[in-house]
């Protein structure tokens, strides 16, 4: 694989936590991969899936990560995972945030994005609820991805612990096992990051700058 030292970041485009309040992409869960990632020379480009301006959710402007995030980069024009080519890029990260449960699983032009960016020797990342786009993600074997894989993702303790059980639509820690992944999990809110080869997964937003230098670590071998 020819590096393109360039980095996607996918975001969800559902903006409706179940009729609750809006939701969106998690902002830290983006900015901080985005600080590590561009403090490590990488280009960042994003995408989502239906484009333009994505709904972001989990704001904290009093860190200056994200502060300086939302001053330098403009996501108002997204293109499509349609419309980009997964041979630019080293790596994919999919961002969370709860409205990555309802649109991040069925999307064709994700999934298909990032099987060929894995299947041509790419990156594929993952943070929280990010590891929804695992869900829909198979190998062109017909092999889930994460079959036989080691990963983390946003625990079903986590989900009761925010009250949101009934309201995603799948337990996410669970749906993963049931496609075969080997979850592992830390205690709640806790930093927790696992590497599986080109796979890089964590379980919640204090695993995101794990996961940017897990993903960062891999690509340097």
Not at 47 to 54: C, I, K, L, N, W
Not at 96 to 122: I, K, V
Not at 163 to 168: C, H, I, S
Request: with cysteine; aromatic share 8%; hydrophobic share 40%.
């Amino acid at each position: 694989m020819t590096a393109t030292n360039k980095i996607l970041i996918g975001l969800t485009s559902h903006g409706d936590l179940g009729g609750l309040r809006s939701t969106g992409y998690y902002l830290p869960e983006a900015a901080h991969p985005w600080r590590v990632f561009t403090e490590a020379g990488y280009t960042v480009e994003f995408a989502s899936v239906a484009g333009g301006e994505p709904p972001v959710d989990g704001a904290d402007l009093s860190d200056p990560v994200q502060r300086d995030f939302t001053e330098r980069v403009d996501l108002t024009d997204t293109p499509r995972f349609a419309d980009v080519d997964p041979a630019g890029y080293d790596a994919v990260l999919f961002a969370g945030g709860h409205g990555a449960m309802w649109d991040f699983p069925g999307d064709p032009h994700l999934n298909t994005f990032a099987r060929d960016l894995y299947e041509r020797g790419g990156v594929v990342a993952a943070v929280c609820h990010g590891p929804a786009a695992l869900v829909g993600l198979t190998l062109s074997d017909g092999t889930p991805l994460v079959a036989g894989k080691n990963i983390a993702a946003f625990t079903d303790a986590e989900e009761i612990a925010v009250g949101l059980t009934e309201v995603v639509p799948f337990p996410l820690q669970s749906r993963l096992e049931e496609l075969g992944a080997n979850h592992s999990g830390a205690a709640d809110w806790q930093p927790h990051v696992v590497t599986d080869g080109r796979l890089v997964t964590g379980q919640n937003p204090a695993s995101s700058t794990g996961v940017a230098e897990a993903v960062l670590t891999v690509l340097k071998n």
